[in-house]
């Protein structure tokens, strides 16, 4: 089992000593436990841990999240093993398990299998929220945000909030660098691993809850908006760099009119010169805004070929589907809204996962 251990912990109960024996005890050599700003009188617990052969403890020594938990882990790692360094006992990755146990050691063991069967893949420990043991409101929640991020990012990841994760040694420079510091942090992994068109791969394990998930240090208000703007922010984002290109559509195309309006030009010719020249620049506005600021892609000049044959299939679509809806009684005007929006929808997706996709290092 030649993995680190990773073992984000705030509060945890002597429960947790145990658990690292039994971890050694199943192969796992070395262990890595973050005290993330625990109380003093678990000290005794680290303490104890400590001492034990192949496991090390950090200290922070106030609460910094589990986000920076688990990114100081992985600089530990690249601190300790670098990659130059072929000896046959540097580790392969990194599992990363929850302190209160709800990971069992079982479970622990598959997620090693598929890393060994996978190793350049993120291996997801996935729950069955269908059970009726799981508390609703981590079902519910789960659910939400397995929906969330399918519509606003892609991939299909059933279990968005696992803590069980296997992650390959050619993943762990990159997610080190990734931003959020407290639960959020975990879902900005899984979005750049879907952006980047990193293998994921989901292995069921079991599914528990002690006391109800009464230990969970997930504030469900504080935690989930944070989470919830990880995977909404880049389609905000989109949204007013629509707005803004209508905005400067508009202006441009009422400015000309004006100007145009001044010659002894027809009113039909100075429409569509001015529809065609607004349309234009307008585009070429929201091209470069989606690019730099929605999606900061660092992809070359290929984006713009792709973005305006997007823009000519988006406008075929949308007027092929509203003379076919036409053809029946239902209001063009109506049927003009609805395909639009599911238009604008699956053109943000389009451009999110294809045209300004997240570059890796080997595309920068």
């Known amino acids: 089992m030649n993995y680190l251990i990773v073992i984000p ?22 262990i890595l436990v ?34 920076k938990a688990l990114k100081d882990a992985m600089s530990y790692f690249l601190d300790e093993y670098p990659a130059h360094n072929h ?27 598929a890393m060994s069967q996978n190793p350049d893949s993120l291996i997801l420990g996935a729950r069955d929220f269908d059970l009726e043991t799981v508390p609703w409101k981590s079902s519910f ?19 968005t909030q696992t803590g069980l994760r296997g992650i ?24 750049d691993a879907i952006r980047t068109g990193a293998s994921i791969i989901e292995v069921p394990i079991r599914t528990v809850y002690i006391n109800e998930n009464s230990e969970t240090h997930f504030h469900p208000i504080k935690d989930s908006f944070k989470i919830y703007r990880v995977i909404l922010g880049t389609f905000f984002k989109y949204i007013l760099s629509s707005l803004s290109s209508f905005l400067v ?25 001015s529809t065609v020249v607004a349309r234009i620049i307008s585009s070429l506005f929201n091209y470069t805004v989606n690019k730099k600021l929605v999606f900061k892609s660092r992809r070359g000049p290929v984006t713009l070929f792709q ?30 809204i609805i395909v639009d929006t599911l238009l604008f929808i699956i053109s943000y997706r389009l451009q999110n996962r294809f045209i300004f996709k997240e570059s890796t290092k080997n595309e920068e």
């Open 9 to 30: 912990a705030l509060n945890p109960k002597s429960d947790l000593i145990k658990y690292v024996d039994t971890l050694l005890e199943h192969g796992y050599p070395r």
């Open 34 to 67: 973050v005290d993330d700003g625990s109380r003093d009188d678990c000290r005794y617990i680290f303490d104890e841990i400590s001492e034990k052969s192949g496991c090390k403890v950090i200290r922070h020594p106030v609460n910094l999240g589990k986000g």
């Open 87 to 113: 000896q046959m006992d540097r580790p392969y990755g990194i599992i990363t398990v929850d302190s209160d146990g709800q990971h069992i050691v079982e479970d622990v063991n598959k997620v090693a299998a």
């Open 141 to 159: 929640g789960n659910k939400c945000t397995v929906v969330a991020l399918k519509l606003f990012i892609g991939g299909n990841i059933s279990d």
């Open 168 to 191: 390959p040694d050619k993943l762990i420079e990159r997610f080190s660098t990734l931003s959020g510091d407290r639960f959020e942090y975990e879902t900005v992994m899984l979005i």
């Open 249 to 273: 559509d508009y202006g441009i195309f009422c400015g000309l009119i004006a100007a145009l309006g001044r010659t002894e030009m027809t009113q039909t010719r100075s429409v569509w010169i």
């Open 307 to 336: 973005y305006y044959a997007l823009c000519v299939i988006q406008m075929g679509a949308s007027a092929g589907l509203v003379s076919l809806i036409g053809l029946s009684a239902f209001p063009v005007q109506l049927a003009k």
